[in-house]
């Protein structure tokens, strides 16, 4: 035994088992209690906004437009200039977004942590970063790594001459990596792209919520689909990812081109002679990583994707280059001399190739990738280039905008930004929401929905169903704006259509008479029926309120981009549309973190919409019934606790559902779902759920139920912070 350390740790701890992998199929609520504030080194008390406040924004900018001209001899700049490198770090920030589950985005600096940093597609960002750390240092917590990187993107794009189209600052950083979000199952970067799509040769089939096409890029291949080139084939997968990144065609075109107009592609050298990526490299590179081992290893000697060349003669500069270059020359697929495929020109005048980053008196070959072949063979792409190139002023706008988009999609709605740079312009994108009366009557307001007549669990799933759109992914959905009345969400069978409108033409009228706006009275129908229901339990407390909230229309509603709010799941209302690869609790977890929710307080609120009969009512109401472990329906009591963990009853599988029997008798006393028994099965749910069941804790039950739901109602209210 001698020498041997008495304690685990370090990297012995990675090849220890956790208990997830002792148990694969255990429920894990990781993701519910990331990002805890034991890991933030500012403390409780720092707040950003405020910070912000302080921060001399000219300077900044006048500190980054000399950063991004002063090449640094650690890691010199190409051509004297940082522009692509620092487009590429927001680029690649930003592009990890997703609209499927708002995942991803720029909006937290998780570009710092793995596996992000690691990405082989996020190659030398850490250099990007590392430049950046001057900067960040001098101007401490007033700036956070987020909007730093994102800025620095931006204000390459100005420094190259393009006039942007704005930018909010805002953006919070956290402190670890997230547990929530899904990369791919795959188990090795850059795996074939085949285990993501039911069909590679059909882009739509790709797995969701997942948008690039291979483990470890950001979006395609630039090689072409599995490394091999097709162009044809590789628009294809572009159009479908960038569409899942909530863009268009043009948009798409005028992010290739503009994104392409500055920097290169580094493919100087053997990609082996690269050091691990920096999660994997000695602490001797101090976080850096694909160090070159062999050579300068720098300038002209850069290694990252494998290709090698710029893609216009000045890639330094904003202008119609790219489309000059693309559509002024027939393309052949060459290799570059780290071995990847690439397009060179077949035949190019000397003064029209870019110089030599180092050197200015040496002419380098321009290059294409395959997406950059795409949008020019594909009929479309090629349509929208030929636009462009007739209307350089055009194209300019559609870029800023575009970038713009990009960059702050993830921030959700406009009253978040902060800033002197920040659009007045409302976006559709931005989901807008006219601000709401709050000098009406609240009381007035409550008397009439208390008359209307409308049951208490029309009034909660109502309240319900319009605020559980909210993601904290992305700031989307929630109850303000009362898109709930609006396509497409108006006809989504989660919301129980005819129910809906029946109780929409309840509430619609009370509202106009109020001088309230219909977001308001759907959210304070529901807290009058939740008060309703705490009232039957004998107990006494009043719901909070923020009035304010306003009504959008279907002007301001980009409705496709609301068709992936539509739920597929709500384990709160016991309701599933459909069989899904993933079991119904584990899509609870995921709709329980992105309402923000921590376990306990979806704990509390199953139970006690449980009591309260919330349960969705589907077509054939066969699970109406479902985990209503009461006899007194409609009351807010812990009844649904009490009863699941109560050891005078047995717990039966019947099919599809479970059934709950008397230990004595055998008669069925309750049935149940698998969302329901998972608060007894799961030792951590139990654990809450026998916090809940003890007699001492009916008034705390009430209490947690009323704080959980209000946060809920909530939490799209901006405003409010």
Not at 158 to 177: C, M, N, Q, S, Y
Not at 411 to 417: A, D, E, N, S, T
Not at 550 to 572: Q, R, Y
Request: with cysteine.
């Amino acid at each position: 035994m001698s020498g041997k350390c008495p304690v685990m740790h370090g990297g012995n701890t990675a090849a220890s088992k956790s208990n997830t992998d002792w148990w694969p199929n255990a429920l894990n609520l990781d993701i519910l209690h990331q990002h805890d504030t034991k890991t933030n080194p500012l403390g409780e008390d720092f707040n950003y906004r405020e910070a912000l406040e302080t921060l001399d924004v000219e300077a900044l900018k006048a500190d980054l437009r000399q950063l991004i001209t002063q090449s640094q001899e650690w890691w010199p700049a190409d051509w004297g200039s940082y522009v692509g490198m620092f487009a590429r770090v927001a680029w690649h920030a930003a592009g990890s977004y997703r609209l499927a589950d708002g995942r991803g985005g720029g909006g937290t600096g998780n570009q710092r942590f793995a596996p992000l940093n690691s990405w082989p597609d996020n190659a030398n960002t850490d250099k990007g970063r590392r430049l950046l750390w001057p900067i960040k240092k001098k101007y401490g917590n007033k700036i956070s790594w987020a909007d730093l990187m994102i800025l620095s993107g931006t204000m390459a794009y100005e420094v190259a001459g393009l006039k942007t189209f704005g930018f909010a600052f805002g953006r919070e950083d956290i402190w670890h990596p997230e547990k929530d979000t899904y990369w791919g199952a795959e188990k090795e970067w850059l795996a074939p792209s085949d285990s993501r799509y039911g069909d590679v040769a059909k882009p739509d089939t790709m797995h969701n919520p997942l948008a690039a096409v291979q483990m470890g890029l950001i979006y395609v291949n630039p090689e072409g689909v599995n490394g091999q080139s097709d162009p044809l084939k590789t628009a294809a997968q572009v159009r479908e990812t960038f569409k899942r990144m909530a863009m268009n065609d043009e948009e798409t075109v005028a992010l290739t081109a503009g994104g392409h107009t500055i920097g290169k592609c580094h493919g100087n050298g053997t990609p082996g002679d690269l050091s691990p990526e920096p999660e994997a490299a000695g602490p001797e590179l101090q976080g850096l990583g694909w160090m070159k081992t062999k050579g300068c290893g720098i300038g002209r000697d850069t290694l990252v994707s494998g290709i090698e060349g710029a893609w216009t003669k000045n890639p330094t500069q904003w202008d119609m280059g790219y489309f000059e270059m693309l559509f002024g020359h027939e393309w052949a697929l060459r290799k570059s001399p780290a071995g990847a495929s690439q397009w060179e020109p077949v035949d190019i005048k000397e003064e029209d190739m870019p110089v030599d980053v180092e050197d200015p008196s040496i002419r380098c070959m321009p290059i294409m990738t395959d997406a950059d072949m795409a949008i020019k063979v594909d009929p479309i792409y090629n349509a929208i280039c030929q636009r462009f190139m007739a209307d350089p002023a055009y194209f300019d706008d559609v870029f800023a905008r575009a970038w713009f988009k990009l960059t702050h999609r993830d921030m959700g709605p406009k009253v978040r930004y902060a800033g002197p740079d920040v659009p007045q312009e409302d976006l559709i994108w931005q989901d807008p929401v006219p601000a709401g009366p709050a000098d009406y009557d609240v009381d007035a307001l409550k008397a009439r929905i208390i008359a209307s007549g409308l049951s208490i669990s029309d009034m909660v799933n109502t309240a319900w169903d319009s605020a559980r759109t909210y993601r904290g992914s992305d700031m989307r959905g929630g109850a303000n704006g009362a898109r709930i009345r609006l396509a497409p969400q108006n006809q989504w069978e989660g919301n129980e259509p005819e129910r809906l409108a029946r109780v929409l033409a309840v509430l619609e009228p009370i509202a106009q008479a109020s001088g309230a706006s219909l977001a308001d009275t759907i959210v304070l129908a529901g807290n009058v029926g939740i008060e309703q229901a705490i009232k039957a339990a004998g107990l006494s407390a009043t719901v909070p309120f923020a009035p304010g909230r306003g009504d959008a229309t279907d002007e301001m509603t980009d409705a496709e981009s609301f068709e992936v709010l539509e739920p597929l799941a709500d384990g709160f209302r016991n309701w599933q549309k459909d069989t899904y690869v993933v079991s119904p609790e584990e899509m609870l977890l995921d709709r329980t973190q992105l309402l923000g929710l921590t376990a306990a307080e979806m704990t509390v609120l199953v139970g006690g919409m449980r009591v309260l009969g919330t349960n969705h009512v589907g077509t054939n109401h066969t699970n109406i019934r479902h985990g209503v472990f009461t006899e007194r329906e409609g009351a807010l009591t812990n009844d649904f606790f009490v009863n699941l963990v109560d050891m005078a009853n047995t717990w039966h599988p019947a099919g599809d559902h479970y059934e709950i029997r008397d230990r004595q008798t055998g008669q069925v006393k309750w049935t149940a779902s698998r969302v329901d028994l998972v608060f007894g099965s799961n030792s951590i749910l139990r654990a809450y759920a026998e916090i809940y069941a003890q007699d001492d804790h009916v008034e705390k039950f009430a209490r947690d139920f009323i704080a959980a739901w209000t946060k809920v109602m909530n939490a799209d209210r901006f405003d409010l912070a």
